[in-house]
């Protein structure tokens, strides 16, 4: 076990693994593999769970643990060493996967599986797996012919490599660009933790003044206070442009947005799908394209008048009070900001100070406990950082499950915030294999010997991810493939997650999770009504933004034609024109260049998916709703038989059945959008 790579016996090594054991360690669990499934499809005797599916998953699950972790590190400490040893051997990972999904033999023993007798004598969990694997191997190309499985298998390897450098260019990009202020009074309006963050960034770089990045604790503080509209504009070009042909040539996410939808729909064609969005939808809820196109314009229609009042109030508000005109993208925020505390008496740098993050995760494990009865505790084990968090959750007594909890964002960092798999359950010979993830967020550190405080955006967002989490941990199926989160629907996978957001709007949550970072006071009443009043501003502008992320990417992955070669960026902005013509409000400058930084769909799975987050919102708002429900008159939602309810319809089953029954089974009915559009205030008096 010299390799801390290949050591499966308990948490990942942190503490000793290095870059250097990527290799040798990926290589060796490869060859295992290909060893393994050789002498699979060379057995004569008939395919079963035992002799077949039970060893390929478990060498399967070796190499995706280990390959899982070095993936981590790509995300979470992208120095050149890790960037150099992932982008080595990433390659050749992606040929073994691409291989194996077009084994024909492999394809042929499955196929047998589902033919046989056992096959309906299996938990509907096994019969769903086997489902699957038929499933992904027809996506993966097995029922190609051999002369066309090799050009599959490339651009299988190709997408792999543009994913990584794109995410890559983004980081670079992002990292690339500093603000220097040595002027204070160029600073007017920005609230003393951003002043003291940057400041500390400053004297890192042994420079005077403040140092201002596009990371997000220190851009979005610029956006929304900085009384120096040159400094918003500035800010706001270098974060809009980044990855494009206005920066370092190198970095130019431009040409790979072109080549990957060119090979997406090379492979739809292939595959025999008209477009790369036919491709995306087989194993989602959602039937088809047209079927996702009237749900998002059906929402785009009650939402456009909510948020067409919303920008009127706000450009009106911004000539007659602060003397702004016209209100240009970069005094969105600013303006709004501005809008908020004349309306509602209150500003996000207020509520701010009430969340400090000590208080905040007692609070987040306090309402865990609550709904499902279990215990968060600190745990030790071996992490890539410092402010890495480790915890054991228990319930009855027992370990269910582990999470790292990775909150501050530094540089070595992608952006955004997610949830992974570092283990997943599973029960075998050898007992119980219980899960462990990876929390990861990019919120502002603990500056001047007081601990981080987290905006209600923040802590929303943390909410979201823990949902995630306890999607992961709180599974009861026993059989990896559809245990927690795997084999969950795409688009219903974001459920448990928003749901979770809500109750950061209860007044018995957010009052037991706040405390004054200097005085200690909890969040007072007045403030958190005031909060609440405020809770749908601007509630329609933000709606119409989300839609036009995903009626860009879905019409970006079915209108278009990318088959006959790389898509141009004039083509890739013009239907981005189109999409903001049809459902938009504020309308960005020519020169921004937002599909340059779209992660989601170019680097993070999302592609002709990215309409799950308001598809599965709607499940969201309306499985909240039970608990309003339950709640009502009783001065809390956080109600345990609900909860236990969530649990065991929603959590435990993960994705051992379709999504919708786990739903109906939860509601005892089919979703209905009521609620999301009650919860966003889009319900016409």
Request: proline content about 6%; some cysteine.
């Amino acid at each position: 076990m010299s390799n801390p790579l290949l050591d499966f016996s308990t948490f990942p090594r942190f503490d000793d693994i290095r870059p250097e054991h990527v290799a040798p360690a990926i290589r060796e669990l490869i060859d295992e593999n290909r060893k393994l499934i050789d002498e699979l499809v060379a057995d004569p005797a008939p395919p079963t769970w035992a002799n077949f599916v039970t060893p390929m998953t478990e060498e399967g699950e070796r190499l995706g643990r280990a390959w899982g972790i070095v993936g981590h590190m790509h995300s979470v400490m992208d120095v050149p060493e890790w960037r150099e040893a992932y982008n080595a051997m990433l390659p050749e990972v992606s040929s073994f996967y691409a291989e194996v999904g077009q084994n024909l033999e492999l394809y042929e023993k499955y196929r047998q599986l589902h033919a046989s007798a056992e096959y309906d004598t299996l938990t509907a969990a096994r019969r769903r797996i086997i489902d699957h694997e038929l499933r992904d191997f027809r996506l993966s190309g097995a029922e190609l012919p051999e002369a066309d499985k090799p050009r599959f298998k490339e651009i299988q390897e190709e997408q792999s490599a543009l994913a990584a450098k794109f995410s890559e260019n983004l980081l670079d990009a992002t990292n690339a660009h500093a603000e220097w202020i040595e002027d204070e009074a160029a600073l007017a309006g920005l609230p003393d933790d951003a002043l003291a963050a940057a400041r500390a960034a400053a004297e890192r770089d042994g420079r005077p003044g403040w140092k201002f990045t596009l990371q997000m604790p220190a851009y979005l503080p610029v956006m929304q206070y900085a009384d120096n509209r040159e400094l918003r504009a500035r800010m706001y070009r270098a974060y809009a442009t980044r990855a494009s042909e206005q920066g370092k040539p190198e970095l130019d996410n431009g040409p790979l947005i072109g080549r990957i939808l060119a090979l997406r729909a090379e492979e739809a064609k292939m595959l025999g799908y008209e477009n790369f969005a036919e491709v995306s939808l087989v194993a989602k809820m959602a039937q088809s394209t047209d079927e996702v196109l009237d749900f998002l314009r059906e929402l785009a229609r009650k939402a456009k008048p909510f948020a067409e009042r919303d920008l009127a109030e706000l450009r009106e508000f911004a000539h007659s009070e602060i003397g702004i005109e016209p209100l240009e993208p970069w005094d969105v925020g600013y303006a709004s900001e501005k809008l908020r505390e004349a309306r509602y008496a209150f500003s996000d740098q207020e509520v701010k100070q009430y969340f400090p993050e000590p208080k905040v995760l007692e609070g987040l494990f306090g309402v865990i406990r609550a709904l499902y009865d279990v215990d968060i505790v600190t745990d030790e084990a071996p992490t890539w950082d410092p402010s890495t968090r480790f915890f054991r959750i228990d319930k009855g007594g027992a370990t269910v499950g582990h999470f790292y909890l990775d909150l501050h964002a530094r540089e070595t960092k992608r952006g955004g915030a997610w949830m992974d798999s570092a283990r997943s359950r599973a029960v075998g010979p050898r007992g119980t294999q219980t899960p462990i993830a990876y929390l990861v967020c990019n919120f502002p550190g603990p500056v001047g010997g007081k601990p981080a405080t987290f905006t209600h955006d923040d802590v929303l967002t943390l909410f979201h991810e823990c949902g995630h989490g306890l999607h992961h941990l709180l599974t009861r199926v026993d059989d990896l493939a559809v245990s927690g989160i795997h084999g969950v629907e795409w688009d219903a996978v974001e459920l448990p997650s928003q749901f979770m957001e809500n109750f950061c709007w209860e007044w018995d949550v957010l009052s037991g999770m706040t405390s004054h970072v200097d005085t200690g006071a909890p969040l007072p009443r007045e403030l958190f009504d005031k909060m609440i009043a405020a809770k749908n501003f601007q509630s329609g502008m933000q709606m119409v933004r989300q839609l036009e992320f995903s009626l860009f990417d879905l019409r970006l992955h079915s209108d278009v034609d990318a088959a006959a070669g790389p898509v141009r960026t004039e083509r890739v902005m013009a239907l981005l024109d189109e999409v903001r013509s049809e459902v938009a409000v504020i309308v960005p400058p020519a020169w921004h260049r937002f599909p340059h930084s779209f992660s989601h769909i170019f680097a993070g799975g999302y592609a002709a998916g990215y309409y799950s987050y308001k598809w599965a919102e709607v499940l969201s708002a309306d499985a909240f709703e039970a608990f309003e429900e339950a709640g009502d008159g009783k001065g809390s939602l956080l109600d345990r038989d609900t909860g236990e309810r969530f649990w065991r319809e929603i959590l435990a089953v993960g994705g051992s059945r379709p999504a919708i029954e786990s739903f109906k089974a939860f509601r005892g009915r089919e979703p209905r959008v009521d609620a999301l559009l009650r919860h966003n205030g889009m319900v016409s008096a």
